[in-house]
C-alpha cells in the first residue's frame, strides 16, 4: 500500500509540474513553426533581426504575458500582442519608424529628460516612442535608454523586451485582455489618434490580424474589436 501511495504522490508531482510548465510559458501557444511563418521575405530590414528566440525569452522574461486566465485568454492576449506587432513593422518588415515626423522628445518630462543629438523614434515590434517610454523602458530592462535608443535597433532581445514592458505596463493592453475589456483597448493603448473614426483604416489592419491569429490559436476573438 505504501508503495502505492507514493507512486499516485510521483503522479501527482509530475502532473503538476507539467500544468505549471503549461501556464509559465506561452510557447506552447506561440510555437517556433507558427512564428517563423510571420517572418518576412527577403528586402526587409527586419529579415534575420526579429527571432523566435528573441521574442520568447522576452515573453518569458514578464510574469503573466500569456500565462493570465484560461486558456481561451491566453491566447486572446498572444494573437492581441502579435497582432499589433505585425501592423506596427508591417508584418515584421520595419525595425525603425519609416519617416518620422520629429525626434519625439518631451521636453517637459524632467524624470526621463532628452539626450542630446538622440532621437526617441519609433523602434523595434511595438515601434517604442518617446523619451519617457525610452527611459522607463531601460530603466526596467537593464539598457541606457535616453542615452543608447538605437540599441532597440540593434539588439532583437531588448528590443523584444521593450515591446512586452510596454504591454504589461500598460493597462489597457494586458488587462485589458485579460479582464475582457477587448481587443479595442490595446488599439487605443498603442495608438489612440487612431480610434473614434481617426484612421479606420489602421484599425481594422490591426483587428484583421488579431482574428486571423484567433481562428489559427483556435479561439472566439471576444467582444469590443473596435476602438
Not at 535597433?153 to 477587448?182: E, L, P, R
Request: glycine letters at 12%.
Amino acid at each position: 500500500m505504501k508503495s502505492y501511495t507514493q507512486f499516485l504522490g510521483f503522479v501527482l508531482v509530475a502532473l503538476v509540474l507539467e500544468v505549471g510548465l503549461a501556464q509559465d510559458t506561452p510557447r506552447t501557444i506561440v510555437t517556433s513553426d507558427f512564428f517563423n511563418t510571420l517572418l518576412p521575405q527577403d528586402g526587409c530590414e527586419g529579415k534575420g533581426f526579429y527571432n523566435y528566440d528573441s521574442f520568447i525569452s522576452a515573453a518569458e522574461s514578464f510574469n503573466g504575458f500569456g500565462t493570465t486566465g484560461g486558456s481561451d485568454v491566453q491566447k486572446r492576449e498572444l494573437a492581441a500582442f502579435l497582432a499589433n506587432v505585425m501592423h506596427e513593422t508591417g508584418s515584421l518588415c520595419y525595425i525603425n519608424e519609416q519617416n518620422p515626423g520629429s525626434n519625439y522628445c518631451d521636453q517637459s518630462n524632467q524624470q526621463y529628460p532628452c539626450a542630446a543629438g538622440k532621437s526617441y523614434f519609433g523602434r523595434g515590434p511595438l515601434q517604442l516612442s518617446w523619451n519617457y517610454n525610452y527611459g522607463a523602458a531601460g530603466q526596467a530592462i537593464g539598457f541606457d535608454g535616453l542615452n543608447n535608443p538605437e540599441i532597440v535597433a540593434q539588439d532583437a532581445s531588448i528590443s523584444f523586451k521593450t515591446a512586452v514592458w510596454f504591454w504589461m505596463s500598460n493597462s489597457n493592453c494586458h488587462q485589458g485582455i485579460t479582464t475582457g475589456s477587448g481587443f479595442g483597448s490595446t488599439i487605443r493603448a498603442i495608438n489612440s489618434g487612431e480610434c473614434g473614426g481617426g484612421n479606420p483604416a489602421t484599425v481594422q489592419s490591426r483587428i484583421n490580424f488579431y482574428q486571423r491569429f484567433c481562428q489559427q490559436f483556435g479561439v472566439d476573438p471576444g467582444q469590443n474589436l473596435y476602438c
